[in-house]
């Protein structure tokens, strides 16, 4: 016997409906539960050459604040800055994009950021940024600079500062940031001028594509952000942040970047970040704080 054709059309509309729903599920959860609920916090174990043996140091790394973005999400920023004062690393750096690109105000915005911030060297936590190209892109580096200093936050364009601890200078774990990649801001050679020979190192830069550029042996150990790890990464479909990324861009997404991507000697890790471009959802790809623990080989 023949289905008549009003069962068929009502399932229709019931697979709809059901598909209507679960898309406003997961976008519910994508803009209210992952971004701001659940925080994946990664702990790097990493052998430093050159680090003396016995030595310890962590270096707090997250990335992509974004503030200025509608919908930012200011409430995960400030969970991160109080857990990395909760765990008094050696220090801490911002890998880039402070700011969103879409900024009414970056002067309110860089002040925003620096408030954001500044419980961390308030507890003596050394406190550091780099720039990404959001903050290029809407002259906001002038005033983050500013707002910044005034709360004790340092900043590192293509610069290299020693970190507090024992042995004398050329033995002291440095931490160099490299200046945002987009602009034509990255100048490796002047950022590893201020290291001394031989000294370890942790190498801190926005975009992925600035390791490229890095000698053989100059980075044993580099964080990045940039890339949102994919902002919004389900399985079988598009990664959201593809489209902000250039193809080049594209190769090292998240985590541990392949072998190959860089110089012989160096190794990065691609951080997710806190905030989020576009559309304020993250699936698959929560905000993210990032400690690196380095030893000395040995140790």
């Not at 220090?91 to 690109?101: I, S």
């Not at 190498?203 to 919004?232: D, K, Y």
């Not at 541990?256 to 970040?273: D, E, I, K, M, S």
Request: one cysteine or more; aromatic letters at 6%.
């Amino acid at each position: 016997m023949e289905k008549p054709r009003g069962d068929g059309r009502r399932w229709g509309r019931r697979i709809a409906a059901a598909l209507a729903v679960a898309v406003v599920a997961l976008l519910g959860y994508g803009a209210l539960v992952e971004p701001r609920l659940i925080l994946d916090v990664r702990t790097l174990d990493v052998e430093l050459p050159r680090f003396p043996e016995r030595t310890e140091a962590t270096v707090a790394v997250f990335a992509d604040l974004q503030v200025g973005m509608w919908f930012a999400n200011t409430a995960m920023i400030e969970r991160v800055v109080d857990e990395v004062v909760r765990r008094r690393p050696t220090a801490a750096v911002v890998a880039g994009d402070l700011v969103y690109g879409d900024a009414q105000d970056p002067a309110a915005q860089a002040v925003a950021v620096a408030e954001l911030l500044e419980p961390l060297p308030l507890a003596g936590i050394p406190t550091y940024v780099v720039f990404g190209n959001h903050d290029h892109a809407v002259d906001a580096v002038q005033p983050l600079i500013a707002a910044l200093a005034r709360r004790g936050v340092g900043v590192l364009r293509n610069e290299a500062v020693p970190l507090p601890g024992p042995g004398p200078r050329v033995s002291a774990l440095h931490l160099v940031g490299l200046g945002a990649y987009r602009f034509g801001r990255t100048d490796v050679a002047a950022a590893l001028a201020e290291v001394p020979d031989g000294a370890p190192r942790l190498v801190v830069m926005h975009n992925p594509l600035s390791f490229r550029a890095l000698p053989p042996g100059s980075a044993p150990v580099a964080v990045a952000g940039h890339t949102h790890c994919g902002q919004i990464a389900l399985p079988g479909l598009p990664v959201w942040s593809l489209l902000e990324l250039r193809a080049d861009e594209r190769l090292a997404l998240a985590g541990w970047a392949p072998a190959g991507y860089g110089a012989p000697g160096n190794a990065l890790f691609v951080t997710c970040g806190i905030g989020f471009s576009r559309i304020p959802v993250r699936i698959n790809a929560p905000p993210q704080l990032v400690f690196v623990r380095m030893e000395g080989e040995g140790s």
